[in-house]
Every structure is written in structure tokens, then in C-alpha cells.
């Protein structure tokens, strides 16, 4: 740039400039990782336990970094490692109309488990929906 003052994004990311009056600036595209993954479910009153995201299969590990939940009645959630995996994450007595959002952020991710799929299960009668976020490593 004609002033000297350059931003240089980091792996994955992108920058463009652009002329405003007698400014130039780099408009920063954030950087996004092609392993990220987000899943959204949603669940009637009759499911109580879903996949939510399969195993890549290929000897990497599901990690997850964010959790949001809603809930129409009161209700248990947890996440499960594989169909008789250990439970990852469990949320005991969510009020009816609740939810809980939890970030764990990519420093303090979850592991999942090398090769299982990630699970839902719910005690709860009424509806439901879930998103998870994280990535593969």
C-alpha cells in the first residue's frame, strides 16, 4: 500500500483494499478453517436420542467448541461419545422455555473420541434444538 502500513492475515484468511475519500484500508475476511463443522437439530417430543455428527472416520477426533440448547419443556440434555460412549457434556434440569449456550472456544475444546460419532439424547417430552460447533483434529 501507498502508505506502508500492510495487514497480512494469517492462514486461511483473506484481505482486500479499498479507497475511502484520502483513506485506504485492507478489509479483513476472518480467517475459517476448512475442519470446522456446525450442526443444527432440531426434535419433536418423541426423540430422544439423535446423531448429530458422525465420526470422520480416518482416525481424527470431533472436538467440540460451542453448545447452544433450547427447550420447550423442563429437560436433561447430554452429549454422548458413540452409542454407549461416555458422556461428554450433560446438562441436568433445564427449566421448561430454557436453554443454556455454553463456548469453550478452540483452547478448551471438547474432545469427542477418535473415531465416534457425537450423540444427543434428551429426557424431555416436548420440543427441542441443539446446534453444535467445533472442528476435527
Not at 475444546?109 to 439424547?121: C, H, M, N
Amino acid at each position: 500500500m501507498a502508505d506502508g502500513f500492510e495487514i497480512t492475515p494469517g492462514v486461511g484468511g483473506t484481505c482486500a483494499t479499498e479507497d475511502q475519500g484520502d483513506w485506504q484500508y485492507q478489509r479483513i475476511v476472518p480467517w475459517r478453517s476448512k475442519y470446522a463443522w456446525t450442526v443444527c437439530h432440531e426434535a419433536g417430543a418423541s426423540e430422544a436420542e439423535a446423531v448429530l455428527k458422525a465420526a470422520p472416520g480416518d482416525g481424527t477426533t470431533l472436538y467440540i467448541t460451542d453448545v447452544v440448547f433450547n427447550t420447550s419443556v423442563v429437560d436433561s440434555m447430554q452429549l454422548v461419545a458413540g452409542v454407549s460412549g461416555p458422556v461428554i457434556l450433560s446438562l441436568p434440569g433445564l427449566s421448561a422455555t430454557g436453554g443454556a449456550s455454553i463456548h469453550f472456544g478452540a483452547e478448551g475444546a471438547i474432545p469427542v473420541g477418535t473415531d465416534d460419532d457425537l450423540l444427543f439424547t434428551s429426557t424431555g417430552e416436548g420440543d427441542k434444538a441443539i446446534t453444535v460447533c467445533g472442528f476435527v483434529a
